[in-house]
């Protein structure tokens, strides 16, 4: 079966685990590895796929939500772990990957280009409190699709590649006010508050608001926190930056929140505006 275009799903999204399948409906790469291989095989074979279709795993960061189960992709499965020195350094020293890393390291320069399974990929840096952190765009069959997650602070490349985005995941993590009145410790709201923690839902509308452009199609909000957000306050709270410029979700443009453990739809990326609003 020839390849027919860009798939795109979820399989979870928040500090549970993180990991997403991009690619087509023969080959791709998963982006990060955060549940289980057990887990990620499932969702693969929803999709009638299975690890001999994945070309590699590109990692974002070094914190176990992203990286749980890179050992066993790697080194039992077979599967090159793709990221920066700096990356595959962190998650050397990180307790949470039980099975070392050792013919599967795959290696990077931020900011280079490179090809794999057919895609072009690129990376910048993210602020956030890991060994380092990438946003990654991945350009393939006429069309860019931008991941933004684990986001302290926004910086001026972030904001560049989101006005150059057809396909975005970006992290919505929390609402400010239900954080700083929840029932979190006093340093573990100022680590997600600070520059080097979390991207509120106020300041995820904020950049879509600032850089919205006429070949955005699709937005679909990430890493989500149980204890600090809800989906539906997430979703309005980014659709009312939106339509402060015009813009209707539904209309012009796709958006959702991910869910935390339940693997999303299989989305189909291309020049249209996906349907089904939530």
Same mark, same amino acid.
């Given at each position: 079966m020839a390849e027919k275009g860009l798939i795109f799903r979820c399989f979870a999204s928040g500090s549970s685990g993180n990991c997403y399948y991009l690619g087509t409906q023969e080959r791709g790469v998963l982006i990060d590895a955060g549940i289980s291989a057990r887990q990620i095989q499932k969702c693969l074979r929803e999709m009638g796929l299975d690890f001999q279709n994945i070309m590699g795993v590109l990692v974002t960061h070094d914190h176990a939500d992203h990286i749980r189960a890179v050992g066993t992709l790697g080194e039992r499965v077979h599967l090159p772990i793709y990221t920066t020195a700096e990356i595959h350094e962190g998650i050397d020293r990180n307790y949470g990957v039980r099975e070392k890393l050792r013919t599967s390291r795959r290696y990077f320069q931020k900011g280079v280009e490179w090809e794999l399974a057919g895609l072009k990929i690129n990376t910048f840096g993210i602020s956030?409190?890991? $060994?380092?952190?990438?946003?990654?765009?991945?350009?393939?069959?006429?069309?860019?699709?931008?991941?933004? $997650?684990d986001c302290g602070c926004v910086n001026d490349e972030m904001e560049s590649y989101v006005r150059t985005a057809n396909h975005l995941v970006i992290e919505a993590n929390h609402d400010e006010h239900m954080l700083l009145n929840g029932p979190y410790p006093t340093y573990l709201k100022e680590r997600i508050l600070s520059p080097r923690g979390h991207q509120s839902n106020d300041t995820c509308g904020a950049v879509l608001e600032r850089n919205w452009h006429e070949g955005l199609r699709n937005i679909w909000l990430c890493h989500l926190s149980l204890e600090n957000n809800e989906p539906e306050l997430a979703y309005e709270t980014v659709r009312g930056y939106l339509e402060e410029i015009g813009i209707e979700p539904g209309k012009d443009v796709y958006l959702r929140p991910l869910d935390r453990l339940t693997p999303s739809p299989v989305y189909v990326l291309n020049e249209q505006v996906i349907q089904d609003v939530k």
């Open positions: 956030h409190d890991s $060994t380092d952190c990438l946003g990654y765009v991945i350009d393939g069959f006429g069309q860019r699709f931008v991941i933004v $997650t």
